[in-house]
């Protein structure tokens, strides 16, 4: 059983930034392709970044592409979420969370474990 636990979130301005942390703990971190998704208030969860077990191979949606950058760090357990040049759009509660499958996908549902979530909120 893999335990999620994110953080990093807050209030911003537009244009400012934010660094997402997710730190794991209870199993193999290494063997999990991890994954960001948010969802918004009235919306459906949708997908933002994921990225293999190694470290290769990141995947964004393309309304993130050039702001945002998944990586992380094996030796910690944690994979972070750098959030560039922010826009009142990207305002949404912030999952992270893990997949046994070994390359990123966006599918939710391919996903195992995921976190409580961390709150975003961009203002104009």
């Known amino acids: 059983q893999v335990q999620l636990v994110e953080s990093g979130g807050g209030l911003v301005q537009a244009g400012g930034s934010l660094r997402l942390s997710c730190a794991a703990s209870?199993?193999?971190?290494?063997?999990?392709?991890m994954g960001w998704f948010r969802q918004a208030p009235g919306k459906e969860r949708e997908f933002v970044a994921a990225i293999g077990r190694s470290g290769g191979n990141p995947y964004y949606a393309d309304s993130v592409k050039g702001r945002f950058t998944i990586s992380r760090d094996n030796a910690k357990n944690t994979v972070y979420l750098q959030m560039n040049s922010l826009k009142p759009g990207d305002t949404a509660v912030y999952y992270c969370?893990?997949?046994?499958?070994?390359?990123?996908?966006?599918?939710?549902?391919?996903?195992?474990?995921w976190g409580q979530g961390t709150q975003v909120t961009v203002s104009s």
């Open positions: 969370a893990a997949d046994r499958f070994p390359y990123p996908t966006v599918s939710g549902s391919s996903y195992d474990y």
């Open positions: 209870g199993g193999t971190f290494s063997s999990y392709t």
